[in-house]
């Protein structure tokens, strides 16, 4: 039996295809980067910036489905993070702030890396990310590196009209600064008392040397950065709760345990700013990866912030007749190595076998419906049937789902199509939904298929939605 073909049973017509006819299942056990770069542009997730003028290193471009998947992902984090909490508000603050301000915080002295070129081939590499030194990795050559050299990280640019060093500022490389020096205006006009965090999402840029494994590391990226202001005898309890919840988080994404890990930073490893630090990494196909960074900067900023610009930045507690400057718990993720991290771990191709051992391919990416970026689409069976779906289709984008409608095609290819753009749910009318008003809700994991009464089709997804945001797995 062929996908998306039909049978009789007692006189009525169902939709049935070979999904349900299973016997054998091969999963791919890790993903080919090159296979998934090539689907990501192919599906319109994500592809390479300024594409037809033979692109830019280190930037890229998200699609219809890349950028509804990214914002599905700072969506939940931002809800996560900041509407079903009372103790943290958001700000959204400008990306050129004032030249002092990277002084004050060390961009300026100390956001470097040690940067070396091999004088044979000219390639240029991180001196700390080279395995060995004795030979370029590109050409081969022995014992051809130039001698390390920093080499700072901001992306520099001009204020104004002139272009001399008095108009020189930069694009900033994380979003954090601007929370601290909008630290003592926001805690006045939000009236919060420590303890409280300022969450932000914005871009951020880093010219880096080589960027390397798609948008993984990247000179153009967003950031998803939470400041969290605390008495200094509690930054350590403060600490240990963001780790548990963060981690917690990553889990409610999609992102197995197998997958995730801690990486704590020794004393050679911490920043200048850190008491403590821990990263979360996700094992990727390229290998384990920071995607998150949580660390106790003690009160290193606003300290910083003090002394540049003279105005004071303690906190005054009335409980305990204190004042001092509170110490900050940071929790910061790269929205573009989460969104990385969540295709690369939900991209799975399957090979199927029908009971007849006819075999098929099936890409298919296992985004949580919440994240999805198509989250239900809706199809006629046939055009002829276009009016009817198309109205249910625009219901249920009312209702708030990301929905769409397509036609094109027989049935199971539409199926395999949504399977590959990662839509959790399909749902389908046909003749028969013009009598008895169900449609068939058609699910993409287990593919299994499920008559379902149209006016009850928002509270199913809407329980299905729920139930993803809070880490529940589908039973269907």
């Known amino acids: 039996m062929s996908c998306g073909s039909w049978i009789g049973i007692r006189g009525t017509k169902r939709l049935y295809s070979t999904v349900s006819k299973i016997s054998e299942r091969t999963l791919m056990s890790e993903v080919q980067m090159k296979e998934l770069v090539a689907l990501c542009k ?124 008095s108009s020189q500022s930069f694009l900033r490389p994380e979003t954090a600064q601007a929370i601290f020096t909008n630290y003592r205006v926001i805690q006045r006009c939000s009236r919060k008392k420590i303890p409280f965090g300022i969450a932000q999402i914005g ?81 990727f196909p390229f290998g384990w990866q920071e995607v998150e960074g949580i660390h106790d900067r003690s009160d290193f900023d606003l300290s910083q912030h003090q002394k540049f610009s003279g105005e004071e930045m303690k906190y005054f507690d009335e409980s305990s007749g204190r004042k001092f400057i509170p110490h900050v718990i940071e929790t910061s993720i790269g929205a573009d190595r989460l969104s990385l991290a969540i295709l690369c771990n939900s991209f799975e191709k399957e090979v199927i076998k029908d009971s007849n051992g006819k075999q098929e391919f099936r890409n298919v990416m296992r985004f949580k419906p919440h994240i999805a970026p198509v989250q239900i689409a809706v199809l006629p069976l046939m055009k002829k049937l276009s009016e009817p779906t198309l109205r249910l289709e625009q219901s249920l984008r009312n209702e708030g789902f990301r929905t769409e409608y397509d036609q094109a095609g027989q049935i199971g290819k539409r199926y395999r199509r949504q399977d590959e753009i990662g839509t959790p749910y399909c749902v389908t009318f046909d003749f028969e939904s013009l009598e008895d008003n169900r449609v068939t809700v058609r699910f993409r994991d287990s593919m299994n298929q499920k008559r379902i009464l149209i006016e009850e089709l928002n509270d199913f997804f809407q329980s299905k939605i729920r139930s993803s945001m809070r880490g529940f797995e589908d039973s269907e």
Request: charged share 30%; with cysteine; net charge negative.
């Open 42 to 165: 192919h599906r319109g997730f994500i592809f390479q910036s300024s594409e037809i003028y033979g692109g830019i290193n280190g930037f890229w471009d998200y699609g219809p489905y890349g950028v509804e998947l990214k914002n599905a992902i700072k969506q939940y984090w931002w809800q996560e993070m900041v509407q079903r909490r009372s103790d943290i508000v958001g700000q959204d603050a400008s990306i050129i702030m004032h030249p002092k301000v990277w002084e004050a915080s060390g961009h300026v002295e100390n956001f470097t890396d040690p940067m070396v070129d091999c004088k044979e081939c000219k390639s240029r590499f991180r001196a700390d990310q080279l395995e060995s030194t004795s030979a370029c990795p590109t050409c081969g050559a022995k014992d051809s590196f130039t001698e390390a050299r920093l080499f700072n990280l901001m992306l520099k640019t001009n204020i104004g009209a002139n272009t001399d060093s």
């Open 203 to 283: 871009k951020a840029f880093r010219n880096e040397i080589t960027p390397r494994n798609f948008t993984f590391r990247s000179r153009e990226f967003e950031q998803m950065e939470m400041q969290y202001f605390v008495d200094p005898d509690d930054s350590t309890d403060h600490f240990e709760y963001w780790l548990k919840e963060r981690f917690n988080f990553f889990r409610r994404v999609g992102l197995p345990d197998s997958k995730l890990r801690f990486h704590e930073h020794g004393e050679g490893e911490l920043a200048h700013y850190a008491n403590a630090a821990k990263d979360i990494e996700v094992e």
